[in-house]
């Protein structure tokens, strides 16, 4: 069964940053695309940054690029998200996902997963 542990959120000033880690289990990168997905209050959830499972694709939201970059780790199967330079608008509950892919697609929607990481609280104030 895949689990997906998020950590690392909280609450920082507009300026900080904040690296988020995503803890998969049951799944391995190889053969599941991931993404960051954050949803503000009274806010679709909308992607932040999305993967294949080879990490050779990355797109990420207009909004955060520059300031926003994703990692993995392989041998700790876990993903992370250094945020940069945080805004207060960027101020949401952030996720991470996954699903199983047989190819190297990306995956745009939060529809598009199957497996949700708890997601974390990450407040920017200014």
């Known amino acids: 069964q895949v689990q997906l542990v998020v950590t690392g959120g909280g609450l920082v000033q507009a300026g900080d940053s904040l690296r988020l880690s995503c803890a998969a289990s049951?799944?391995?990168?190889?053969?599941?695309?991931m993404g960051w997905f954050r949803q503000a209050q009274g806010k679709e959830r909308e992607f932040v940054v999305i993967?294949?499972?080879?990490?050779?694709?990355?797109v990420y939201t207009e909004s955060v690029k520059g300031r926003f970059t994703i990692s993995r780790d392989n041998a700790k199967n876990t993903a992370y998200l250094q945020m940069n330079s945080l805004k207060p608008e960027v101020t949401a509950v952030y996720y991470c996902?996954?699903?199983?892919?047989?190819?190297?697609?990306?995956?745009?929607?939060?529809?598009?997963?199957?497996?949700w990481g708890q997601g974390t609280q990450d407040t920017v104030s200014d």
């Open positions: 996902a996954d699903r199983f892919t047989v190819d190297d697609s990306l995956y745009y929607g939060h529809p598009d997963y199957t497996y």
């Open positions: 049951g799944s391995t990168f190889d053969n599941y695309a």
């Open positions: 993967w294949s499972r080879s990490g050779n694709k990355i």
